[in-house]
């Protein structure tokens, strides 16, 4: 039996919840897909899509971990900020990805239209804001996305963001049109079932145990009720892949990160702090990122720890909450908090390639946001099933190097403290790095 959703928002306003049963037989396929989240699912769907017959597993539910947990924002690049990318890969390497990325954004939508996959409301819009006074410095980073990489990204001055969001702790802003926001939940299960339509099998409670290469060609994967014979296989498994693969799980970080989202609040009272339904991150390096639900809740984002999730975990992200908007003092009462582990590279970028002919890794997207997801399993799916060699973009982050073994979360931890000590040291501007840190 797989385990239930975790008590979560989404869990709770799921549209359909109906679990899958578990492989127990033998199985043949061409391709198996390991991991039941986002980009395992983008994976599947993209290769049905092109006439292969796939089977998905998962350990758990699908959407159990990252997944169904996340803050809902569907914005465009990575963890990494654009401009290091461009010093690690230069400008037109850096070009090439954001276009991957536009696409992945788009690609979505479509998945939604065409599939009628109701994970609303989506609502168009997020808002960058900063906590640093220092106008000028947005508008270069403005003018710098519209010319180096196209982005119709709009400035918002300290007035006009502090219209929407009134608080003193913002300053100056941009407004990116083209992001939007949904229920992540709803699409995994919506994107699941269009995968079913076109004849693709998914399991759940079906952890992948280990995976042989067989010396007539091809993979078996191994679980405790059956093995499945395939021609390729596609590890989706994140933080999860555990001793499934030694190489994946030494080369990221596991690290914890945290939402709450508050009971509904007074409509009216709200409007005199969070007047605006926009998505909304800050510039900061330990950043929050939030959102007004359709029921005037607040869903709120942020933090991150090693140490697992903390018993206190509702009052310290209202807290945070209240530290912004301290006109919401007697009125937020947190409904749900939650938690849970995510795979985070110590280069900020998601981990996709082979580690042999046939064998492929589609990984490591903690931070990124759910566009990236999109993106992996679309390069991946049609690196397989057309030789397409887009995957390559992600060569220079893909070479699994060791990111500290058993003392990796501690030396992440390490990073967010300093990250968290120059927010409070330094008064200069960030660089905008969207987190919306994907959950697991």
Known sequence: MSESYIETYYRDTLNTNNPREALTSDHDTEICVIGGGLAGLSTAIGLVEKG??????????????????NGGYIAKGYAQGYKQLMKMVGLEHTKDLHKLSTHGRALIKEKIKKYNIDCGPIKNGVLGVSWNNHPEKVKEYIEWMRDDLNAPLEYWSTEKVREACKTERYYAGFYSPEDYQFHPLNYVHGLASAIEGHGGKIFEATKADKI?????????????????????????????????????KYAAFPVYTYVMVTKPID?????????????IFDNRYAQDYYRRLPDNRILWGGRVSVTGVPKNLAEIMKQDLLKV????????????????????????MPQIGQLKPGYWYNTCFGGHGLVPTSVGGDVVSSAIAEGDERYKLFEPFSKLWFAGGPLSPYIAQSVYYAWRARDVMISGFSDFKPSFLGKK
């Open 52 to 69: 292969k017959k796939v089977t998905l597993i998962e350990a758990n539910r699908i959407g159990w971990g990252a997944s169904g947990r």
């Open 212 to 248: 042989d290469e067989r010396p007539d060609g091809g993979y078996t994967v191994n679980t405790a009720n059956g093995k499945i014979k395939c021609d390729q296989v596609v590890l989706c498994c994140s933080i999860y892949v555990d001793d499934l693969n030694k190489k994946l």
């Open 267 to 279: 409509g009216a009272l709200l409007d005199t702090a969070l007047n605006t339904d926009y998505a």
């Open 325 to 348: 908007y301290p006109q919401l003092a007697g009125a937020v009462e947190p409904e749900y908090a939650w938690g849970g582990s995510l795979c985070y590279a110590p280069h900020k």
